[in-house]
């Protein structure tokens, strides 16, 4: 493939799908102790239901047409074939917006926005989207070395954005995408106009500014979250390739190792169909499953915690943060702007992690606030 951008169509072959459906029919459930809920994880009854829905009513082949109705193709970046969405807008003037997923999610989180973006009421909003595929996830190839790590994958999109041609251009992401982005910010400044990250990293000043009572119960929310929530990034960065064998060999365990995250991060009240349709969470499943990524998506964690990186270099191009009430980590201000270069900061008043997906309105019009002031 070498430098070539090729056209790339979402097409599953048919023995794929009928493996998938004989597995499901054949599904082991674990037991459960009888009036527990979530607490313990996924529960077995919710399951059942969607494993049977994914079974029997679920629609691939309808969600593989809606994943073609935007632009595909793939390219090789640092020996490493890349797949990305590249959806440009119709009007004259629009400024390229890299925009990065992090895990468990995928480019199907875009699919409400990336219209909003390309095609906005106001000319002077509109954007080129390009969504890569992280190196590992979905239809980008499972990297086959050591060392992809946040840094060379922003190195890999810095390149792929001046392979298409764009001298300028905004960044974007949340997850291991805000970490991408805050990478691209530091190394590409001449070039990056601005970053917009969801989730912004930060770590504690030695002697910082005395802290709120919100940003207390801000830090104090995200002990409780490491304590509670965080066993899948510890067993991920340390053992991708054990879990890995589980999860390609199951889809009901990997609906579970995955549901789970999109109800206990997005701001769903409890239940992950408040903010998600079915035919949505399935999709995003579906986009490890057909590409046996499981095991490829979980080393970026062991590439991270190995990696010997530190901290991330700071971010001198202009920075916008959207604050999602139930994102996860939610670092103060005081924290952050030791990071970034912040000159926009947005409280949203509703969203979780996967806020594109969750708020497509909310989320394109407050990047579009932010990147009127650097285009």
Known sequence: MGDAIEPFEVRVEDDVLEDLHARLLRTRFPDAIDGTGWDYGMPVAYLRDLVGYWRDRYDWRAEEARLNTVPHFRTTLDGQAVHFIHARSPHAGALPLLMTHGWPGSVVEFLDVIPLLTHPDDARDAFHVVAPSLPGYGFSEPPRTRGWDVARIARAFVELMARLGYGRYGAQGGDWGAQVTTRIGSLDPGHCAGIHVNMAVATAPPDGPPLTEEEQADLAAMQAFMREEAGYANEQGTKPQTLGAALDDSPSGLLAWIVEKFRAWSDCDGDPENCFTRDQLITNVMLYWVTRTAASSARLYWEHMHGGLGGA???????????????????????????????????????????????????????????????
């Open 313 to 375: 270099p700071y971010v001198p191009v202009p920075t916008g943060v959207a604050r999602y009430p139930k994102e996860p980590l939610r670092y103060p201000r005081s924290w952050v702007e030791r990071q970034y270069h912040v000159t926009h900061w947005a409280v949203m008043p509703r969203g979780g992690h996967f806020a594109a997906m969750e708020q497509p309105e909310l989320f394109a019009d407050d990047v579009r606030a932010f990147l009127r002031t650097v285009r």
